[in-house]
Nanobody
């Protein structure tokens, strides 16, 4: 059974930082591209960042470029998202996902975690 478990979310002041983690089990982690998405209340789930199976290639949404960093540790079957210079508008539930294409659409991913809440206070 495939399981993706996010952690590291919480309440942080504007300008602060967080590191999200996503622990994967039940799948051969290095065979999958990984992505982060987020969903704010009343909005659709949107792409944040993606990384290839090797970790050598990454892709970010325009809003994430320069402030967020996606990385992975294949030996630990874990995905990360470093969030810096946080602003209230990034408040959302953050989801990790595993797929074979690593694209920017939700249908590019097969497996999803339950999400972790990130709240940025002004």
């Amino acid at each position: 059974q495939v399981e993706l478990v996010e952690s590291g979310g919480g309440l942080v002041q504007a300008g602060g930082s967080l590191r999200l983690s996503c622990a994967a089990s039940g799948l051969t982690f290095y065979n999958f591209a990984m992505g982060w998405f987020r969903q704010a209340p009343g909005k659709e789930r949107e792409f944040v960042a993606a990384i290839t199976w090797s970790g050598l290639n990454t892709h970010y949404s325009d809003s994430a470029k320069g402030r967020f960093t996606i990385s992975r540790a294949n030996a630990k079957s874990t995905l990360y998202l470093q969030l810096n210079s946080l602003k209230p508008e990034i408040t959302a539930i953050y989801y990790c996902a595993a797929g074979h294409t690593g694209g920017i659409g939700i249908y590019d991913y097969t497996y999803w975690g339950q999400g972790t809440q990130v709240t940025v206070a002004s």
